[in-house]
């Protein structure tokens, strides 16, 4: 047993020393995690905005009526109830104010900050490069997406949990084999599973964890260990494709249009745009479009990053002697990133965002900040120089997060810079703006940048529903007709559009066409107040005073909603 012990113990890094009163281990946690939580909180006045945030939160049936079933329902082709959990409490805590969502991202991302310091304290066993690792990871702009966005709380979250599980791991290798440590850092996984699908990531971080601690990953020991989490990653990945499929979206590696080879392509130039953008942030947008050239081609960046990424891999794999810290740096940031890479689609929204480096980016992070040890070593002249590549970056990168954050202030101008900086995203800009345009009393702007939307890209359903709604309340019930009948085709369960078009066909005195959509309405709905009232009239219009007198009394005893 003694032989044992001492095998394994030899196997890791030592534990870090005793901490005492003035130890850095004391405070840096606390400065990490205090900046964090100091720096967004300048965006705590922002609004939600018009891209899922709503839909997300306080028009999720789940959240607003929480209850066990959190459990057994679905949102916008996602199974998060973790997520629904602090959404649900963050809408009860606060009356549906905003602020107690931004809060909860905010101390959410700060404990992040807190625990990304603990944990590559014990992996580096060196406080000063877990500081600015930690550092890093709170104040970088690519993690605001990630916080300031209510409808992306569950990425922080599921990574809250993604790092306590991490950390069950780094100290059940330090202890008996399938202890309490293991089943901890198991039973976090499933947590974070449950607050978002791409926590299936994390048994390919252990694995490079086993390196950092100088484990063999690939023993027998190391494989029974990861064999649980591989198999439910595996689970929770193939769920994840059955919901978002019986939801209507887009799944699979030809979606969107684009061949195998064009995923390829998209891929290895993604992985090379984002360490671009994690070293310098500028341009940042909530999309990032992959736009063809009018060739139908790509343009020539595309076909080279292959190459180049495939040069600086083969580079990484030859220096992995020399400095393991950047071999064991870019295998966390492809671990993690790998399977938001563009290889398919799972979803309506975005093929690459600033998000998906929530986590990933700490590999980049650990590069960084083992550059001056790193030259201590091997050429003491570049010390200097890597001292002031840590101080300048988070200088730099601080005021960016900071007027960053102040995009979020209000849709439209969020949508407007992301315009300036990657275009109008085939026509979803438009969508966008129109709709925020739209919820401010703008209808006349608002339909304008619906037609902008229809033209750029005709498959953009949810502008016929917007530009049908406005179309009607301008008394144009002809082309409101035709646009609500093009959304209904492709989205033919939504009670509030049958009730919109019942309308719509009322004004062109179409009563029994009217009646129908309503009963649909009703269907779909059967507390659709306002409903019952539009049917009363409805039938009186066609004689049957006794079902539209019962319908209104059902109306005037429910209330309107």
Not at 124 to 138: P, Q
Not at 216 to 223: E, G, W
Request: proline share 5%; hydrophobic share 50%.
């Amino acid at each position: 047993m003694a032989k044992q012990i001492s095998k394994k113990t030899s196997s890791a890094k030592p534990a870090p020393a005793p901490q005492t009163n003035a130890s850095p281990d004391r405070w840096m946690p606390w400065v990490a995690a205090g900046l964090a939580f100091l720096l967004f909180s300048t965006g705590f006045g922002n609004p939600m905005v018009a891209m899922d945030d709503h839909s997300a939160t306080i028009d999720n049936p789940v959240v607003k009526n929480f209850s066990p079933a959190v459990f057994t329902q679905f949102n916008l082709g996602m199974y998060a109830p973790i997520t629904w959990m602090g959404y649900a409490m963050a809408n009860a805590l606060g009356d549906g104010k905003v602020i107690w969502f931004h809060l909860f991202s905010a101390l959410v991302h700060a404990a992040n900050a807190f625990l990304v310091f603990r944990l590559f304290r014990r992996l580096e066993g060196n406080s000063t490069a877990a500081f600015f690792i930690a550092l890093f990871f709170a104040i970088h702009p690519m993690q605001v997406e990630a916080v300031s966005w209510v409808a992306a709380f569950s990425t922080p979250l599921f990574s809250l949990f993604s790092l306590l599980a991490l950390h069950a791991y780094v100290r059940h290798t330090q202890g008996n084999a399938w202890g309490k440590q293991y089943w901890l850092a198991l039973g976090f996984f499933v947590l974070a599973c449950l607050s978002k699908s791409a926590a299936v990531a994390l048994p390919l971080s252990l694995l490079v964890v086993d390196l950092w601690l100088k484990r063999p990953p690939l023993s027998r020991q190391s494989l029974l260990e990861k064999a649980p989490f591989f198999a439910l990653a595996i689970g929770f990945g193939l769920f994840t494709f059955f919901t978002r499929a019986q939801a209507g979206h887009d799944v699979g590696a030809q979606a969107g249009g684009f061949s195998i080879a064009d995923r390829a392509l998209m891929a290895c130039h993604t992985v090379l745009f984002y360490w671009t953008k994690l070293i310098v942030p500028l341009g940042l947008s909530i999309w990032y479009p992959f736009e063809k050239t009018a060739a139908g081609g790509w343009h020539w960046t595309y076909y080279a990053a292959p190459v180049v990424l495939a040069g600086l891999l083969w580079w990484v794999w030859r220096i992995r002697e020399q400095a393991p810290f950047v071999f064991r740096g870019v295998l966390f940031y492809l671990a993690n990133i790998l399977f938001a890479l563009p290889f398919y689609t799972i979803g309506t929204f975005e093929l690459r965002s600033d998000r998906y480096n929530y986590l990933a980016c700490l590999g980049i992070f650990a590069i960084l900040a083992a550059l001056p040890g790193f030259y201590r070593e091997k050429n003491p002249n570049r010390v200097g120089a890597a001292w002031a590549l840590l101080v300048i970056l988070p200088l730099f990168w601080f005021i960016s997060s900071w007027l960053r954050i102040r995009d979020w202030r209000d849709t439209i101008t969020l949508i407007e810079k992301a315009m300036a900086a990657q275009g109008n995203n085939f026509g979803k800009a438009y969508l966008w703006r129109g709709m925020a345009l739209g919820d401010i009393g703008q209808g006349r702007k608002a339909l304008e940048d619906f037609n902008r939307a229809i033209s750029i890209n005709p498959d953009l359903t949810e502008a016929y529903k917007y530009r049908g709604g406005l179309l009607g309340m301008a008394q144009q019930y002809e082309a409101s007709l035709a646009d609500l009948n093009k959304y209904l085709e492709k989205n033919p369960n939504e009670a509030d559009i049958y009730y919109n078009r019942a309308l719509t066909l009322v004004n062109l005195n179409r009563s029994q066409e009217a009646l129908a959509d309503l009963n649909k309405a009703l269907e779909l709905a059967p507390d659709f107040t306002r409903a019952y009232r539009a049917r009363g009239n409805v039938r009186k219009q066609l004689g049957d005073e006794a079902g539209g007198d019962a319908d209104l009394k059902k109306f005037e005893q429910m209330g309107d909603k």
